[in-house]
């Protein structure tokens, strides 16, 4: 069974987000799964804080991709929502997947053939009762992926 954590605001779930920060390595793929307002942009302002990103992190909704090369590693935020007709392909994606930085990709179902080979998805649940309360859950694919899975698992 995976693990699974619940965050009861945006504060916890960007410190979680900054402690995967310190066990993220170049190539790295983050797939970011959740409705709308789930916290997959407060997840990545976090990430981005840690990884010493001073600009602020804003959602790629409307550009799609997000580089922040300027951390102690690079960032690609990556927002496939208006996506959902397909496109992906081509983008060229896979050189943000295969390059030097950390890429994050919210709304992956829209990635289609781009999919990476090993990446780990965190999958948002927003709380029907409470809304400042979320609770994720992991799955890593590929070797790297189960890695980053467990390394993500040590954490809290």
Do not use: C
């Not at 709308?36 to 804003?58: E, H, N, R, V």
């Not at 922040?68 to 690079?74: D, Q, V």
Request: glycine share 14%.
């Amino acid at each position: 069974m995976t693990k699974s954590w619940t965050f009861n605001g945006e504060a916890e779930l960007q410190a979680w987000a900054g402690a995967i920060a310190g066990v993220l390595e170049p190539g790295d793929v983050l797939l970011l799964d959740g409705d709308l307002g789930a916290g997959k942009t407060s997840f990545t302002k976090g990430l981005g804080k840690a990884l010493g990103i001073d600009q602020p992190i804003k959602s790629p909704t409307f550009t799609i991709i997000h580089e922040y090369p300027e951390g102690k590693l690079p960032l690609y935020h990556m927002d496939l929502y208006r996506l959902e007709d397909g496109g992906a392909g081509d983008l060229g994606l896979e050189e943000y997947f295969e390059g030097d930085g950390v890429s994050v990709v919210e709304w992956p179902d829209f990635l289609g053939y781009s999919i990476p080979e090993e990446y780990v998805t965190l999958h948002f649940h927003k709380d029907e009762h409470d809304d400042n309360k979320r609770t994720l859950d992991i799955e890593g694919v590929g070797s790297r992926g189960v890695q980053l899975q467990k390394a993500i698992e040590q954490l809290k």
